[in-house]
């Protein structure tokens, strides 16, 4: 940053000859000033020169001559405290299509995070600090549904926490974090979750690629954030698809729950219904003769028209 000579009362140039910000290197400054900012003459990676202000590259905006799409940020942190962390500056890496800060831990570590893991405080220091902050929890033969931790490793997840070798009572072992088998998100090598899909496939009917008791359900999920099967919130409106032989079909977006609820009744109608009442009387038939059942096995197939209607053809037929 730039630093204030007492003697003349004037702000001396910090000088960024050479340095990096993103895909462009800061060449040399100019003579001329933008509101205050002095402008740099930059290559960037690609091979342009282009020209760019020194809060423009300190700030992580202009980070390249326009060769790749230059992703906005909304909140600049640079500057603050989170922890023990400062942010220095924003870079060009993206982690789930997120912005990844360069930050300097109190110990004079660099570490980059992103932005939700700097907001919500799953992490405040450094690698280095954190083990030193968060010292190991003795788990140890402690139980978590059917897994039992033996003994810690020395891996840790990306929020540092401890990596625990367990045993299943089935007898398999694995490693989960100690943070995730406090939360319940383990419970089981994995065998309890086959278990009850097992179960759950001996109780249900299966009939080309879709289960006949899931289309006759009309209950509404308990986590339903609307109280319509089939229609969730998306900024502010209302989306309405489907699901059908595993494949999800977009209903479109509505300005209103009712016209929402409205398109997914009709979809409902035209792919569930058709379906069913086709069902129910191939197993009729095949009930009564059992050898014509396993010839004939019930095929569908899907398509939409251009206005967006469905048609199902479904074979075989009962002429």
């Known amino acids: 940053m730039a630093v204030r000579d007492e003697k003349t009362k004037q702000f001396a140039m910090a000088d960024l000859t050479g340095q990096k910000f993103g895909m462009l290197t800061a060449l040399e400054p100019l003579e ?3 509101q205050g900012c002095v402008i740099w003459r930059c290559r960037c990676d690609c091979g342009n020169i282009v020209l760019r202000k020194s809060s423009q590259l300190r700030k992580g905006v202009r980070t390249n001559c326009g060769c790749k799409p230059i992703q906005v940020i909304r909140e600049d942190l640079t500057g603050q405290r989170f922890g023990s962390l400062t942010v220095i500056r924003p870079t060009e890496k993206r982690e789930n299509k997120r912005i990844v800060w360069e930050c300097r831990c109190d110990c004079g570590n660099t570490e980059y995070v992103q932005t939700q893991y ?5 992490t405040k220091y450094c690698k280095t600090c954190q083990k030193e902050n968060h010292p190991k929890k003795d788990i140890t033969g402690q139980r978590f549904g059917i897994l039992t931790a033996l003994y810690p490793t020395d891996k840790r997840d990306r929020n540092q ?15 989960y974090s100690c943070a995730d088998l406090q939360r319940k ?7 309890l979750k086959r ?17 006949v008791e899931l289309l006759r359900d009309k209950k ?9 099967t089939g229609v969730t919130m998306f900024r ?13 079909y977009n209903l479109g977006t509505y300005k209103t729950l009712e016209e929402a609820a409205t398109a997914r009744k009709k979809a409902e109608e035209c792919l569930f219904g058709e379906f069913l009442e086709f069902y129910d009387q191939w197993k009729e038939k095949a009930d009564a003769n059992p050898e014509w059942g ?8 899907v398509s939409r028209t251009e206005t967006g209607d469905f048609r199902i053809l479904m074979s075989p037929s009962f002429v």
């Open 32 to 34: 001329k000033r933008d």
């Open 236 to 248: 502010g409106k209302y989306k309405a698809m489907i699901c059908f032989q595993g494949k999800r």
């Open 195 to 211: 278990i009850a899909e097992e179960q759950l496939k001996n109780r249900t009917t299966h009939v080309a690629g879709t289960t």
């Open 118 to 122: 700097l907001k919500d405080g799953s």
């Open 185 to 191: 998100n383990y419970i089981s090598c994995g065998c």
């Open 294 to 301: 396993q010839e004939n096995p019930v095929s569908i197939s």
């Open 161 to 175: 926490s401890v990596i625990w070798h367990c045993r299943c009572d089935c007898g398999n072992e694995g490693e």
């Open 220 to 228: 509404v999920r308990c986590d339903s954030t609307t109280g319509v």
